[in-house]
């Protein structure tokens, strides 16, 4: 039996029945919203954890530019030859530059972490500054004991990269951050081919090998947050 409406016209009994399928469909889906949860909640971590493209970006940079300056100063090879002093400050500024920004983009991001993750980042940080200052004082022992120029030219980046190499395979196990696990172990290779390649040919190994590394890496994470 027909309705009527109350203009008089016949009420279309469909209309109920498209009525209550879109109250059904308009029904909150747990699935979904679990869902939009996790994505919430993965935005979030996103944007208090540092952007490791970033740290890898300008950490590659220094070295790779850097190793290769001080590479074309020693031998006088390469399409821009530098003088020494030159290639030395190059560097020391590239280093310098990329250590203000990895401080102050870790320094904003972490502001709003509390707690566990908090301190684990912080022992992380001082586990950074106990492996360098134990990497400087080797270094100055070794000067002091009369080490020739070629031997600490070669041990000032192989140590360095031992200390990187090591705790960013701590860092990665601790995080199970598998790129920074891997990059860690591809810093020590670069680290025992910078040895192992002697004095000033190691200086050119680093800069493509360990700076080279790194820009990888960057990339890597890159093109993965993009196909993400």
């Known amino acids: 039996m027909s309705t009527s409406t109350p203009d008089g016209r016949e009420a279309d009994p469909r209309s109920a029945t498209d009525t209550g399928g879109r109250a059904e469909t308009g029904t909150a889906d747990p699935q979904e919203a679990l869902a939009l949860l996790r994505a919430e909640r993965t935005r979030t971590s996103r944007a208090l954890q ?21 590479w074309t100063a020693t031998t006088g090879r390469g399409p821009l030859v530098l003088p020494g002093a030159v290639a030395e400050t190059t560097f020391g500024l590239l280093l310098a530059a990329a250590l203000v920004v990895t401080t102050v983009h870790v320094a904003r991001r972490s502001a709003g972490v509390r707690g566990a993750s908090a301190r684990q980042g912080a022992m992380y940080g001082w586990a950074w ?23 600490l030219g070669v041990l000032a980046p192989a140590l360095a990269g031992l200390v990187v190499g090591l705790l960013y395979l701590s860092g990665g196990a601790m995080w199970q951050d598998r790129t920074m696990y891997t990059l860690g172990a591809w810093v020590l290779v670069a680290s025992a081919a910078d040895a192992l390649a002697g004095f000033p040919t190691n200086q050119l190994v680093m800069g493509l090998l360990g700076g080279g590394g790194f820009l990888v890496a960057a990339v890597v994470l890159h093109l993965r947050g993009r196909s993400a």
């Not at 540092?50 to 001080?70: E, I």
């Open 50 to 70: 540092p952007d490791a493209r970033l740290l890898y970006g300008v950490w590659g940079l220094a070295w790779l530019v850097g190793f290769v300056a001080l």
């Open 129 to 151: 500054f106990l492996g360098f200052g134990l990497y400087f004082a080797v270094m100055a022992s070794a000067a002091d004991a009369g080490a020739s120029a070629g031997l």
